[in-house]
Structures are given as structure tokens and as C-alpha cells.
């Protein structure tokens, strides 16, 4: 069993920055991801990063600006978050999951495909004004 912990969300004007973290406990994930949903759309993927290889996903949307990275030691994911937009305004989960082939490369490619979680946060929320 896994729990993600988030936090770091805030309010910020356009242009600032945030940092958010997700601390996970128990069994250690190899694929772990950032989502977000904006008010009345749905959960959209924003990056995920494999452990295995280092190997990152971002959408389109926030490539250039966001940054996924990964602790060991902390067993912790963040997401950096910079030159934030309105359109950024979401609460943001930390998803995560273990893949088991041993091939690291078909481990990662599964990963960054973005379709598959275990566990999912409880999320933070981010609100950028304009």
C-alpha cells in the first residue's frame, strides 16, 4: 500500500512560481506523475517522470515552464512551476505505480504513457491570478 502526501499549492499572480511536493510512504513506486483539474473540466496529465531512468512526460501546455523531479532518499516527487498562467488554476494530484517487467526501457515507455495508476493523492490547490 502507498500514500501520496501533496502540498505546496498556494495562490500566486501570474508570471510567480510554486513548488509542489508529494511525499510518498510505504512500498516505493517507480512511475509517478503530476495531474491536474481545473474547476468544472477534468483530470488532465501534466508530467510524470520514471525512476528507473530518469526519463520525464510533459504536456504540451506547461513544457519550458514545469519541472518533475525526483528524491530517493525522500521518496518524495516535485513539480517546479514557473511562468504560471491563469490557465494553470487546478488542483494538482500526485499519481503513482509500480511497473514489474525487467526491462527498464518497457518500464519507462509504459510509464510515460500516462494511463495507468495505483494511488492517487488527495491534491493541492493552485490558483494563479491574473
Known amino acids: 500500500q502507498v500514500r501520496l502526501v501533496e502540498s505546496g499549492g498556494g495562490s500566486v499572480q501570474a508570471g510567480g512560481s510554486l513548488r509542489l511536493s508529494c511525499v510518498a510512504s510505504?512500498?516505493?513506486?517507480?512511475?509517478l506523475s503530476w495531474y491536474r483539474q481545473p474547476p468544472g473540466k477534468e483530470r488532465e496529465a501534466v508530467a510524470g517522470?520514471?525512476?528507473?531512468?530518469?526519463?520525464?512526460y510533459y504536456t504540451d501546455s506547461v513544457k519550458g515552464r514545469f519541472t518533475i523531479s525526483h528524491d530517493n532518499a525522500k521518496n518524495t516527487v516535485y513539480l517546479q512551476m514557473n511562468s504560471l498562467k491563469p490557465e494553470d488554476t487546478a488542483m494538482y494530484y500526485c499519481?503513482?505505480?509500480?511497473?514489474?517487467?525487467?526491462?527498464?526501457?518497457?518500464?519507462?515507455?509504459?510509464?510515460?504513457?500516462?494511463?495507468?495508476?495505483?494511488?492517487w493523492g488527495q491534491g493541492t490547490q493552485v490558483t494563479v491570478s491574473s
Open positions: 510505504g512500498n516505493s513506486e517507480n512511475c
Open positions: 499519481g503513482a505505480h509500480r511497473f514489474t517487467s525487467r526491462s527498464t526501457s518497457i518500464n519507462s515507455a509504459a510509464c510515460l504513457r500516462m494511463s495507468v495508476w495505483s494511488y
Open positions: 517522470i520514471y525512476v528507473g531512468d530518469g526519463r520525464t
